[in-house]
């Protein structure tokens, strides 16, 4: 069965632009309600798809984070090439990482993290996270439970190396944290089911930003931006831009 794949967007709306990058797994979907809000005050915004996302799992397994980091820097390039010379970056999860890693290896607005991993001590709930995105897929596919779980098994033996990748590229960021002075906004949500919320605290208490803050989301999951408080998200996020020195209108 032929599946409609995911592509990236990009909304034009103003000068100042946001790019929104996903979590791992995920792809445009996680932060297109956010693109569309942000459009109607004015943003512009852009969401690349790492590469090996928004495809069969067996093709997310042949790919790296530093295909993903790859990714991330081309949706960058993506608005300064259409023209845009300050730019903010929302990030979920792991495209909070990435975020975090073009913040310091980039002249950026400002950063809003979002549910983002500070540390690689959750192995268990990714893995469980990936089998969920496998079966959905799968299941789209039409394929029988049996074929699944086979399909399934053959996957997570051949993810391996790109967990392994993935708690490197974690550390790597987490040890660099502290060179970040752009603004920042940590966000997290109270209920995540994927990763360590300490995550959180440490981003807020180590970034040198002499603006930033951290708020915390009482009934959300892990997926913040597709849950039930998406609405404060969304305003909360739109306030950090607003709040931004931004020389452009």
């Known amino acids: 069965m032929q599946i409609k794949l995911p592509e990236p967007f990009t909304f034009e709306a103003g000068n100042r632009a946001v790019l929104l ?17 942000l459009e109607k005050k004015g943003y512009t915004t852009h969401a690349p798809i790492y590469k090996g996302h928004g495809q069969p799992p067996e093709e997310l397994v042949k790919t790296t984070p ?5 990714s991330a820097k081309e949706g960058f390039q993506h608005l300064k090439d259409l023209g845009y010379e300050e730019i903010a970056i929302a990030g979920l999860s792991l495209g909070g990482v990435l975020g975090l ?32 995105f496998i079966k959905e897929f799968k299941q789209l596919e039409k394929k029988s439970e049996e ?15 790109t967990f392994n990748q993935l708690g490197k590229l974690i550390k790597e960021v987490h040890d660099e944290v502290d060179t ?48 039930q408080e998406r609405d404060q998200l969304h305003e909360d996020i739109y306030n950090f831009l607003e709040s931004l020195d931004w020389t452009v209108e």
């Open 147 to 161: 074929t699944i779980e086979q399909e399934m098994n053959e996957l997570l033996e051949d993810s391996t190396e």
């Open 180 to 227: 970040i002075y752009a603004p920042t906004l940590v966000i997290q949500a109270e209920q995540d089911e994927v990763i360590n919320t300490d995550s959180a605290n440490y981003i807020y208490e180590q970034v040198e930003a002499d603006h930033k803050d951290i708020k915390w989301y009482k009934e959300s999951g892990h997926a913040i931006t597709l849950g």
């Open 101 to 132: 890693k073009l913040t310091y290896t980039n002249q950026v607005k400002g950063i809003t993290t979002m549910c983002t991993p500070m540390f690689f001590d959750n192995e268990e709930q990714l893995t469980k996270s990936f089998k969920q």
């Open 21 to 37: 990058l996903h979590g791992f797994t995920g792809h445009s979907a996680d932060v297109r309600m956010l693109g569309r809000f």
């Open 66 to 70: 530093e295909d993903w980091w790859k």
